[in-house]
């Protein structure tokens, strides 16, 4: 009986301790499309641990051999500061992941970012994880 009360106990505390773990844990994705000669910002993520995204640009309109640069931002009091880069294909499908160990939790978002001045179009996906 007494070993009947511990096992259930143990179940008990494995289930409260994982559900407290993964009540800050969180992932998913946003769609959305882009328009930029330019820059241009995604949405806010408010990630509540170090956060890593996937961006898959699937483009519209492009320039054949450039590239668009794409800039993890994180919101700071004094300032944005740069986290992560990558770049992508401005013409074909293309992803990239951006990520920093230890970036800690916080306000994100991606800035997109054209150097060529032609108009770059297409939808963007961005799975997201902390």
């Known amino acids: 009986m007494m ?3 511990i096992l259930a106990f143990s179940f008990l505390a494995v289930v409260l301790f994982s559900s407290v773990l993964t009540a800050f844990a969180a992932s998913g ?7 930029l ?7 806010t993520f408010d990630a509540s641990a170090t956060p890593k995204f996937v961006v898959t640009t699937y483009p ?3 320039l054949k051999g450039t590239t668009m640069t794409l800039y993890l931002k994180k919101q700071g009091f004094f ?3 740069d986290i992560d880069s990558g770049t992508v294909s401005s013409t074909e499908v293309d992803s990239v992941t951006l990520y920093k160990s230890g970036s800690g939790s916080g306000k994100y978002y ?3 970012r054209n150097f060529t001045g032609i108009l770059f179009e297409g939808k963007v996906k961005i799975d997201y994880s902390w």
């Open 60 to 62: 519209s309109k492009g």
């Open 29 to 35: 994705t946003y769609e959305s499309t882009y328009s």
């Open 79 to 81: 300032g944005d500061s």
């Open 37 to 43: 000669t330019g820059g241009l910002n995604s949405r």
């Open 110 to 112: 991606i800035r997109f």
């Open 3 to 5: 070993f009947r009360k």
